[in-house]
């Protein structure tokens, strides 16, 4: 069984960046929560700066819908690419 991988890119683009985005959302309605997350964005992703605003937010999820969409894409490709070869009989 092989997976579709537009499925899987969107998919992990949307919840990876949806992750962020909701964290991001709540952290402007009740300042400290999701501080540590927020960091890891800040850590991983240059351009943004950490918790701020909602232009923050945005930047932030957009960075996040990116990697998680090319995460998700190498997943499926490379879980597609050991699925035939493992159907052709090679050592997997």
Do not use: H
């Amino acid at each position: 069984m092989r997976l579709d991988v537009k499925a899987l890119t969107l998919a992990a683009a949307i919840g990876w960046g949806g992750c962020f985005f909701v964290v991001g959302l709540a952290n402007l309605v009740w300042p400290p929560y999701g501080d540590a997350w927020l960091e890891l964005g800040r850590a991983i992703y240059p351009g943004y700066a950490g918790p701020g605003g909602f232009g923050a937010v945005i930047v932030v999820t957009l960075y996040a819908l990116l990697d998680g969409a090319v995460a998700g894409a190498v997943v499926a490709w490379l879980y597609n690419a050991f699925v035939v070869r493992s159907a052709q009989g090679g050592a997997a």
